[in-house]
């Protein structure tokens, strides 16, 4: 900066921009040009340049800045100071660079028209290529900081030639960047795609046509660094939970999660992941429009067979297998599928559920019976085809014959006696269930369960008390819409039913008169 701008002593400047950073609440455009017309952009510039070596100065401009920056009088002055911008991203200083790429992400946010002019700056101020720089080389908080500002900039629809090249030789291009640098370094990029095509399906498609996922099968792909293989994956996991992805993702993911799933060598953690993706990617309704019935099939087998080989371990990885059986089964077609495959998927989950050894997995697999059953479906959604229904009722039967408690009603009661944790499960369970005629008949014949459902002083928490409720309400509508209301027998449960409903899900006691206390009075 010009001399004129030095300061030989910036000991009141670091007071002030103390003050100013550390002022309590937000600051308007007001308070900003009142700072700035004591303290000009050129001279807090210039100290930061040339005093840094000043202790807490540095820090305390750059919070200084970044507070200006912010609001909307600060933002509009960024333009006249852009070439300050450009060398901060050059910076050796790390909370420079930070800063930098933050003063980029507030000029994009708050430029509300003639984004032309604005893309047309950051072309000729070179901000690009020095953004994806600080996203490679920087720490941790400069790459947050350079990924968020690329965010911003993929918002203009004229940056799309900026940040999507056509020309895979082109420096920019994400594949040749990606190329070119660390394990780190690939990692966030793959991030960089990852947020880009979260922003909208229009982005999402320039991406798959551009090839840049095929970078992500590759890293996942890579057996030789098993951290990142498992950051791929994780980046992977965070795609499917992206609203538009299923058209995309489905496309290239369901081969890769069977190799995965498949592939007894390979790391459990990376198995687990996989599994956990393949639950996720399966539960969306939308799925299945983009992918084919026998793909579906064969990775819901992988994952049998995977599970056949753990049936004996109590790991983690049965319990992610587990829990992603019962991620499908929240759909409905996921559902259906895991109930008539040959032999039915939806066994291994049936059985774990009434195993009161089983622990961990017991009560994965009580929360994915309770997904499959229809518990967070819409009501309209709980009665799958009649197949699957078949398949369901033999499955449940079948476990109970081959156990103690010999019925349906027995095994649901079993998981009612157990700790807090495992009933919350169960009565998700058998709000599912009620939905079906042979099991509303089970719970009626067993007095112990309808106790446990109508008792308000059952549950302690919050959540445990509302699903009681819940399942409470389940009972009480099934019971009233079916023929069950007609029998004399039962007239008994319709009213116990029936009050727990109209009391509400938490414990209230009941009204009493105050009456008056005779006692001996005190005496000084």
């Not at 979260?198 to 099968?217: D, T």
């Amino acid at each position: 900066m010009d001399e004129e701008f030095s300061l030989d002593d910036p000991t009141q400047l670091l007071e002030s921009a103390s003050d100013f950073a550390h002022h309590p609440g937000s600051l308007n455009d007001a308070a900003v040009k009142d700072f700035l017309d004591r303290f000009p952009l050129p001279v807090i510039i210039s100290a930061l340049q040339t005093k840094s070596d000043v202790p807490g100065l540095e820090n305390t401009l750059v919070a200084c800045l970044e507070r200006v920056f912010k609001t909307k009088y600060g933002a509009s002055l960024i333009p006249q100071y852009m070439t300050f911008v450009q060398v901060g991203l050059k910076a050796d200083s790390q909370i420079v660079r930070c800063l930098s790429c933050k003063t980029v992400s507030s000029f994009l946010k708050n430029f509300d028209d003639k984004s032309i002019y604005a893309i047309k700056l950051i072309i000729d101020c070179d901000i690009y290529p020095l953004l994806l720089d600080c996203l490679v080389n920087g720490d941790e908080q400069v790459a947050t900081a350079a990924i968020d500002a690329i965010k911003n900039l993929a918002q203009f629809p004229e940056a799309m030639g900026i940040i999507f090249p056509s020309n895979f030789n082109e420096a920019t291009h994400l594949g040749n960047v990606a190329s070119r640098c660390s394990s780190l370094g690939r990692v966030r990029v793959l991030s960089l795609i990852v947020k880009l095509f979260s922003i909208s399906s229009s982005i999402a498609s320039v991406i798959y046509n551009s090839n840049l996922l095929s970078l992500l099968e590759t890293e996942i792909k890579n057996s030789n660094d098993t951290l990142v293989t498992l950051s791929a994956l994780e980046l992977l996991y965070e795609l499917t939970e992206v609203q538009h992805g299923a058209q995309f993702l489905a496309r290239t993911t369901f081969q890769l999660l069977h190799s995965i799933i498949s592939n007894s060598s390979m790391e459990s953690i990376l198995r687990s992941r996989a599994l956990m993706i393949s639950g996720r990617l399966l539960s969306k309704e939308n799925i299945y429009m983009f992918v084919d019935e026998p793909s579906a099939k064969s990775l819901i087998s992988a994952i049998d067979v995977r599970l056949g080989l753990l049936d004996s371990q109590d790991t983690d990885e049965r319990e992610s297998a587990l829990e992603a059986l019962g991620g499908i089964g929240s759909s409905i077609q996921g559902a259906v599928l895991l109930l008539t495959s040959f032999p039915p998927a939806a066994r291994h989950i049936v059985h774990a559920a009434f195993d009161r050894q089983g622990g961990g997995k017991q009560l994965a697999a009580l929360h994915a019976l309770g997904n499959i059953l229809g518990e967070n479906r819409p009501e309209d959604g709980l009665i799958l085809n009649g197949d699957a229904e078949e398949s369901l009722r033999r499955l449940v039967y079948e476990v109970a014959s081959e156990s103690s408690k010999l019925t349906p009603s027995g095994l649901l009661l079993s998981v009612l006696q157990q700790a807090a944790e495992f009933r919350l499960a169960g009565y998700r369970v058998i709000t599912g269930l009620v939905a079906r005629l042979w099991c509303l008949m089970e719970i009626c014949s067993k007095l112990e369960i309808i106790n446990i459902v109508t008792d308000p002083t059952a549950e302690t928490t919050k959540i445990a008390m509302e699903a009681r409720y819940n399942c409470c309400k389940a009972i009480h509508k099934s019971f009233m819409s079916s023929k069950l209301v007609s029998d004399p027998a039962l007239s008994g449960i319709a009213g116990k039913l029936q009050e727990a409903v109209q009391r509400g899900p938490y414990l209230v006691r009941k009204h009493t008169e105050a009456t008056p206390v005779v006692m001996t009075a005190e005496r000084f």
